[in-house]
């Protein structure tokens, strides 16, 4: 059995990497869309969003409507990809550690 000193090691080589980890999704780009394109959000893999592309023809009072719906969809398609993408990263992080069966990390 390892000794305490051991296991405060490892925790603490644990935390660091994590935390490499949590900054590193910042810099993994996502890109939700709708509308078959017409709408694009670009975001990190942790939420940011990074940009908004509009289609010029959805530029018109009369859409208003619809282009708001479309932004929505837009935001959760690219907050589905960041989610997926992030989980992705940890996943990889985690996958040599000695942790314990259903143990989820605060992400």
Not at 57 to 68: C, I, Y
């Amino acid at each position: 059995m390892k000794d305490l000193n051991d296991i405060m090691a490892m925790a603490q080589n644990v935390q660091a990497e994590l935390e490499k980890a949590q900054a590193s999704l910042d810099a993994i780009e996502v890109e939700g869309q709708s509308g078959g394109g017409l709408v694009k959000i670009r975001a990190s893999a942790k939420g940011r969003i990074i940009g908004v592309d509009l289609d010029d023809s959805l530029l018109q009072p009369s859409e208003k409507q619809m282009l708001e719906d479309l932004i929505a969809a837009a935001l959760n398609d690219a907050r589905a990809k960041a989610d997926a993408a992030s989980q992705g990263e940890m996943a990889k992080l985690t996958s040599g550690m000695p942790l314990p069966p259903g143990f989820k990390l605060p992400f």
